[in-house]
């Protein structure tokens, strides 16, 4: 919605880099208005109820007068990466080809800071379209250490996540899913090159990545469902407003009512 397609002086490629997105989301398309409107339920509904797949969806939203089919569900559940075989989101498809990790956090006790991050990718609604957020933490101190945003689903953001969270630290184990994104090797080359070992979660390990999950229903009944956001530009501003909020002001009962950063930093209240 951003892009000016008869601009003279900044090319497209440009004006998608000085808004912050990939390559690929000059070739956006919105799709049909009801069709948005769908996923915009499915996301309150599977935000509420992570363990609902397309059949328990479809009938949630013929109760509430929506005459849809499964088909139609199926399908747009597999845009925003619901698959209904998962109890949560899996926003990352394997790619067969890459390498895939043994899990290494079974039975750890994660007890310090840059022990272990993690990562995961969820869908954010927009008036007239979607973007997916990816998110650093480091676990110990709930501490979002960077965050992107892109209108597809490729590697590019999530490299760049990678890059900025390193500035801040760097971790002795980053688990992910096995999702294309996480398991290419610009992704992991850059996390074996500065000596981190690398965990991926099983299939079907909904508690694996339980921290991230949690910020995503903070960040949405918190932020994105109060506010609606209309656009791209709109939501990287309400998102970083949210996650810096998150990170120094919001107290966490489970780190003693301190916030992610004074825990992350070292700091006493």
Known sequence: MLIDR?????????????????????????????????????????????????RRMVVTLRGIGHKVN??????????????????????????????IYPYLLRNLEINRNNHVWGTDITYIRLAKGWVYLVAIMDWFSRYVLSWELSTSLDVEFCVRALEQAFTIGMPEIFNSDQGSQFTSEEFVSYLEHNGVRVSMDGKGRAIDNIFTERLWRSLKYEEVYLRDYRDVRESRSGIGSYLNFYNYERPHQSLGYRTPADVYYGRNN
């Open 6 to 54: 008869t601009n003279e002086f900044i090319s497209i490629a440009r004006q998608a880099v000085l808004l912050g997105l990939s390559r690929s989301a000059i070739y956006y398309e919105p799709v049909d208005t009801y069709d948005i409107e769908l996923m915009r339920l499915i996301d309150e509904q599977y935000t509420k109820t992570p363990f609902y797949g397309s």
């Open 70 to 99: 499964r088909k139609r569900i199926q399908r747009l559940m597999r845009v925003m990466g619901i698959e209904a075989i998962y109890p949560k989101p899996r926003l990352s498809k394997a790619n067969p080809e890459h390498k």
